[in-house]
């Protein structure tokens, strides 16, 4: 369960999607049978399905995760956004009293919900075309599973087999400075922002938007 303080609770759906849509690796993690998380890292796809969406990818079939996550029925798929350290240097009140302490700013998301592996060659087909379309959209000659000669990619195939997790529940949080003060989360935006690390400014980035949200 994602440990949500109400000031980072994030419940948008549409915020909630597009983190996932933005994320490039998930973390795919259900109940092992020994008591012990069984945890996969693979990209996942976000697709209409259902009310709420679903997740597709695919395991490699050497991969035993993908038997035991059968037997479980339900996973959890975590996506990760922005994130970086924020110095106290960048609040203000440093200067007046001290009393301020390093933290890390980041963006997760949760999705929750029942699994169904797919081995019919024609569905693990259509599923890693929806992934690569993803990936390969943008550039200038987007590769398709189609420039593949058929049999190549049918002796593929045979080595995965696809995953659908179909989303039942979405948890969010977004820890962004929302509980400090106007001028020290100010401070840590412009702070983030001057970074010469593209992680710390998709982070003030990101903040930034917490702000204009709220004071629309």
Same mark, same amino acid.
């Given at each position: 369960?994602?440990?949500?303080?109400?000031?980072f609770r994030e419940t948008d759906p549409a915020i909630l999607q597009a983190l996932i849509r933005?994320?490039?690796?998930?973390?795919?993690?259900?109940?092992?049978?020994?008591?012990?998380?069984?945890i996969t890292h693979l990209p996942l796809t976000l697709v209409e399905d259902g009310p709420s969406g679903a997740l597709h990818g695919h395991f490699a079939r050497a991969n035993p995760h993908w038997q035991r996550i059968a037997q479980a029925g339900r996973a959890v798929a975590v996506f990760r956004g922005a994130e970086a350290y924020v110095s106290p240097s960048f609040y203000p009140s440093k200067a007046e +009293? +001290?009393?301020?302490?390093?933290?890390?700013?980041?963006?997760?998301?949760?999705?929750?919900?029942?699994?169904?592996?797919?081995?019919d060659p024609a569905a693990l087909h259509a599923l890693v075309s929806g992934l690569t379309t993803k990936h390969e959209a943008g550039r200038a000659q987007p590769w398709a599973v189609t420039d593949a000669p058929a049999e190549f990619v049918a002796g593929q195939l045979r080595g995965i087999v696809g995953l659908v997790l179909r989303i039942e529940r979405l948890s969010g949080k977004?820890?962004?400075?929302?509980?400090?003060?106007?001028?020290?989360?100010?401070g840590a935006i412009a702070g983030l922002a001057a970074s010469p690390d593209p992680r710390d400014r998709a982070t003030a980035?990101?903040?930034?938007e917490v702000v204009r949200r709220r004071a629309d």
């Open positions: 369960m994602l440990y949500e303080p109400p000031a933005d994320a490039r690796l998930a973390t795919l993690v259900s109940n092992g049978p020994d008591g012990i998380p069984d +009293h +001290h009393r301020v302490v390093p933290t890390w700013n980041y963006e997760a998301v949760h999705a929750e919900g029942t699994v169904e592996i797919v081995e977004r820890k962004l400075s929302q509980n400090r003060a106007a001028q020290d989360r100010d980035a990101a903040m930034a």
